[in-house]
């Protein structure tokens, strides 16, 4: 099946290890996603997951995927992906991969995700925009987090 991805990437003024903790660390999850919990198991295999809304017992919106590569500093890679909202589910079948990599520059790093696996059919145009405006909230959510 065809597929179309997003890259999104952001230069920080923060060294790189740091930014990659930032993925990884639930509390800082929260802080640059607005998530209400986040759950990581920071390993190969591992699982990352991040759940909205106030009710716990009934959230907005659930993701979680596995971890298919931790390389830190530089490298994660989020696979499998279970999606959980109460509009419903997604009105196509997709296998998405997200790959975030953090290179260290002199003044910091540059933090990219790739997000792959959306169907090209016009079916997730609407998923896909809503997406691609989203990483853009959230690298600004990153930036705001980290204080640049």
């Keep these: 099946m065809a597929t179309r991805k997003h890259t999104c ?15 990884i660390t639930p509390s800082d999850i929260r802080g640059w996603w607005d998530a209400a919990r986040a759950i990581v198991i920071p390993e190969t295999n591992g699982i990352w997951m991040a759940a909205w809304g106030e009710d716990e017992d009934r959230p907005d919106y659930v993701t979680a995927f596995r971890i298919r590569v931790f390389d830190p ?3 994660l890679v989020l696979s499998d992906p279970h999606y959980l909202a ?4 997604l009105p196509f079948q997709a296998d998405f991969v997200t790959e975030f990599t953090v290179e260290p520059t002199q003044h910091g790093c540059i933090l990219r995700v790739v997000q792959d696996g ?9 998923f896909y925009a809503s997406c691609e405006t989203g990483w853009q909230n959230t690298f600004e959510g990153i930036r705001r987090f980290l204080g640049e």
């Design 118 to 126: 959306f169907p090209t059919d016009s079916i997730a145009d609407k």
């Design 73 to 75: 500093p530089r490298r």
């Design 9 to 23: 990437q952001m230069e920080f003024c923060t060294d790189a290890a740091r930014v990659f903790r930032m993925l």
């Design 86 to 89: 109460k509009s419903g589910p």
